[in-house]
């Protein structure tokens, strides 16, 4: 008898320890998901953020080259203007 209670004991303990198992093994998979979830969260964000600033900067550019532009035009002219300034210095 007592050793039928020892193996009935024994295979309790074995069942809660089973069920322990797999209870905590549920519990990490259930962190293992809200991880993923905010790791995923994160990697969207930065990824949304890198588009705006992709888009800024590439707005940024366009009116930098705009001014690049516009600064070339005024130097050729600047150099025209030179170039005429001398002519008539040597020829006064």
Not at 10 to 19: F, P
Not at 37 to 53: F, G, S
Request: proline share 0%.
């Amino acid at each position: 008898m007592e050793d039928l209670i020892a193996k009935f004991v024994i295979g309790v303990s074995a069942l809660g320890a089973g069920a322990y198992g797999m209870y905590r093994k549920v519990m990490a998979d259930k962190r293992d998901d809200k991880t993923n979830t905010t790791t995923d969260a994160a990697w969207h964000q930065l990824i949304d953020t890198l588009r705006d600033e992709v888009n800024r900067l590439s707005l940024r550019l366009v009116a930098v080259e705009e001014q690049n532009q516009k600064c070339e035009a005024r130097n050729d002219e600047l150099h025209l203007e030179i170039v005429e300034l001398k002519k008539r210095l040597h020829f006064t």
